[in-house]
């Protein structure tokens, strides 16, 4: 060790003090040249970056919060990462040492086949065909209810009833069968069934519950007439129970109305109104008898 630390000694010491600086300053100037130039391309990504971000919220003004908006957002988000870092690397180096190699491009073709790859072509499928958009509610086959809040390039966010979140990968989503309760601008319906107690007036019945229907702010004229005009639900005696008379009646709402919403409207709206006109509301009682020993 001692004598190649000599002749370590005896190598730097032949050179002269000019070359000895120069090449100091070499080093300095490619140290700084790097620096500068990872600086602006950290520059660069940032001015980018801004006129992406631009160029979305113009479209979101023009088209609205879309879901293949902000899907394409991602893309480019990434993209710009993507062509930034090859930048600093440095084309001929990664197409030399990488591409160039067949065993990088057996393993990429390999990878291509992951489930990162399988979400982002899913995530491509659904902001192309749009079964949903942000903001609709939608209902999966597992169970799953809840209002789609956002897109990544590999999930799909979903926020349910009780605000928590569901992160449902983009390839799972894409193969599932959805139930979109916010497709399209359709009308919307839904049955109700009110029991009443035998001894009620079924006509009396059927106008109080008419007028508690309509009364309510999200119902709105669905039944189409022979006329042509549009009218409310009527409300109909559908059934015979135990201990009640069934009354039905179907009610339109707007498909930018939430079900939960109508439902406890209309249940509130109905109870109240037979409540106050004296109809009966069955329901079961329990007799309990109590045996004297003595």
């Not at 990544?152 to 894409?174: A, F, G, Q, Y």
């Not at 039905?248 to 109305?257: F, G, I, M």
């Not at 109104?273 to 009682?285: Q, R, V």
Request: proline share 2%; glycine share 6%; hydrophobic share 45%.
């Amino acid at each position: 060790m001692q004598r190649m630390f000599d002749e370590f000694v005896k190598l730097f010491m032949s050179f002269g003090a000019e070359e000895f600086w120069a090449g100091v300053y070499s080093v300095l100037a490619i140290f700084v040249l790097t620096v500068l130039t990872i600086l602006g391309y950290i520059l660069l990504y940032k001015l980018l970056k801004v006129i992406l971000r631009r160029v979305f919220r113009t479209l979101e003004k023009k088209k609205g919060h879309r879901i293949h908006i902000e899907f394409l957002e991602r893309v480019a988000n990434l993209s710009l990462i993507i062509f930034i870092t090859v930048s600093i690397l440095g084309w001929k180096n990664i197409g030399g040492s990488l591409l160039g190699s067949a065993a990088v491009i057996t393993g990429v073709i390999g990878f291509a086949a992951q489930d990162v790859i399988k979400d982002i072509l899913s995530g491509l499928l659904i902001s192309i065909y749009k079964p949903f958009d942000l903001g609709d509610r939608i209902e999966l086959d597992d169970g799953t209810v809840g209002i789609v809040e956002s897109i990544t390039m590999r999930h799909v966010v979903i926020v349910r009833i009780d605000t928590l979140r569901v992160v449902i990968p983009n390839s799972k989503i894409n193969a599932a069968s959805i139930l979109n309760y916010s497709f399209g601008e359709i009308q919307r319906s839904c049955l109700f069934k009110f029991p009443v107690g035998y001894e009620s007036d079924i006509e009396k019945t059927r106008e109080v519950i008419s007028e508690a229907v309509m009364s309510s702010p999200y119902s709105i004229p669905g039944k189409k007439q022979k006329d042509g005009s549009m009218d409310y639900g009527k409300v109909y005696f559908i059934e015979l129970a135990d201990s009640a008379l069934i009354m039905a009646v179907t009610v339109y709402y707007e498909s930018s109305v939430a079900g939960e919403k109508l439902k406890d409207d209309i249940n509130t709206r109905v109870f109240e109104a037979l409540e106050e006109n004296h109809i009966e509301i069955p329901y079961n009682h329990t007799s309990v008898i109590i045996k004297n020993e003595s």
